[in-house]
């Protein structure tokens, strides 16, 4: 069984910098893409960032390219998400997800997601 656990949201300035972590468990990290989606307040879960299994190649969101960036830690079993110059609409709860991810941007494409964590960006 495929364990998902976010960690690292928290309220923030706009401006600011936050990385979140997602922390896998059960082999998910070493057999599944891995990815990043969001969900507002009144509005759907939305994609926000993928990297792939082999060769860690990444796929961003237009909302969040140049200002977010997914990394992967096979070493600590985790993938992070280090967010730059963060706005208010970036704020929402911050999911990862595992699975095959095609296509990346569908919520449908993965199998196993965590519980989320909150990211506010409020002065």
């Known amino acids: 069984q495929e364990e998902l656990v976010e960690s690292g949201g928290r309220l923030v300035r706009p401006g600011d910098s936050l990385t979140l972590s997602c922390a896998a468990s059960?082999?998910?990290?070493?057999?599944?893409?891995m990815a990043w989606f969001r969900q507002a307040p009144g509005k759907e879960r939305e994609f926000v960032g993928s990297?792939?299994?082999?060769?860690?190649?990444?796929l961003y969101a237009d909302s969040v390219k140049g200002r977010f960036t997914i990394q992967r830690d096979d070493e600590q079993k985790a993938i992070h998400l280090l967010m730059n110059s963060l706005k208010p609409e970036d704020t929402a709860i911050y999911s990862c997800?595992?699975?095959?991810?095609?296509?990346?941007?569908?919520?449908?494409?993965?199998?196993?997601w965590g519980q989320g964590t909150q990211v506010t960006v409020s002065s």
């Open positions: 059960g082999g998910a990290l070493s057999t599944s893409a």
């Open positions: 990297i792939t299994r082999i060769g860690s190649f990444t």
């Open positions: 997800a595992a699975g095959q991810g095609v296509p990346a941007t569908a919520p449908a494409s993965w199998t196993y």
